[in-house]
């Protein structure tokens, strides 16, 4: 599975990007998708995931309320509503992908994710 991340940019606090991660390969839908970000000088932290089913999601705390993940597995592309946006969710956020475990698990840890897309650079100005 190769990932493509885009949708980053410059934005105010308070205001709203979505981000999108479109994958190629046959089996993107039966891949567990999550987003992972790291700031400068900081590790990379787990964002939001999504089972291959869609039927289940999960969010760190630093975002909950605020972000959604979707997917959609007709377009092979995961998607990240972010809202309410603050100076700190400035940082390069990655998707990531790896072959599903059930239909309602979600994946957290970087290391058990087995592919990465570049990475797109989100900046919110104070």
């Known amino acids: 599975v190769q990932l493509q991340a885009s949708g980053g940019g410059l934005v105010q606090a308070g205001g709203s990007l979505r981000l999108s991660c479109a994958a190629s390969g046959r089996t993107f839908s039966n891949n567990i998708m999550g987003w992972f970000r790291q700031a400068p000088g900081k590790e990379r932290e787990f964002v939001a995931g999504?089972?291959?089913?869609?039927?289940?999601?999960y969010y760190a705390d630093s975002v909950k309320g605020r972000f959604t993940i979707s997917r959609d597995n007709a377009k092979n592309t995961v998607y990240l509503q972010m809202n309410s946006l603050k100076p700190e969710d400035t940082a390069v956020y990655y998707c990531?992908?790896?072959?599903?475990?059930?239909?309602?698990?979600?994946?957290?840890?970087?290391?058990?994710?087995?592919?990465w897309g570049q990475g797109t650079l989100v900046t919110v100005s104070s």
């Open positions: 990531a992908a790896r072959p599903g475990l059930g239909s309602r698990v979600v994946v957290t840890t970087p290391p058990q994710y087995h592919y």
């Open positions: 999504i089972s291959w089913s869609g039927d289940s999601t």
